[in-house]
Nanobody, 116 residues
Framework: QVQLVESGGGLVQPGGSLRLSCAAS????????VNWYRQAPGKERKLVAG????????NYADSVKGRFTISRDNGKNTLYLQMNSLKPEDTAVYFC?????????WGQGTQVTVSS
């Protein structure tokens, strides 16, 4: 059974850090382009960060550059998003995504709330 399961979300104060994890099962994450998206209440889902399949090239939304880091551990079949210097506007549900041609898998999302 193909599955992506996110964890690591929660409530954090502005300026704090969180690390999100996305564990894959039923397929080899190393063969996929993997991404983190987020969706704030009342807004569309947007790409936060991505990492390529082979060479590990990364890309980030301008709003998170220098604060967030995407990484993957192919041995653990897991994707990560390290989030530092969090701001209230980072509050959203965060989703991991794996793509390989016609295959497109999504996790159920994890809530991140940045508030004092």
């Amino acid at each position: 059974q193909v599955q992506l399961v996110e964890s690591g979300g929660g409530l954090v104060q502005p300026g704090g850090s969180l690390r999100l994890s996305c564990a894959a099962s039923g397929f080899n994450l190393a063969n996929y382009v993997v991404n983190w998206y987020r969706q704030a209440p009342g807004k569309e889902r947007k790409l936060v960060a991505g990492i390529s399949r082979v060479r590990g090239y990364t890309n980030y939304a301008d709003s998170v550059k220098g604060r967030f880091t995407i990484s993957r551990d192919n041995g653990k079949n897991t994707l990560y998003l390290q989030m530092n210097s969090l701001k209230p506007e980072d509050t959203a549900v965060y989703f991991c995504n794996a793509q390989n041609g016609a295959e497109d898998y999504w996790g159920q999302g994890t809530q991140v709330t940045v508030s004092s």
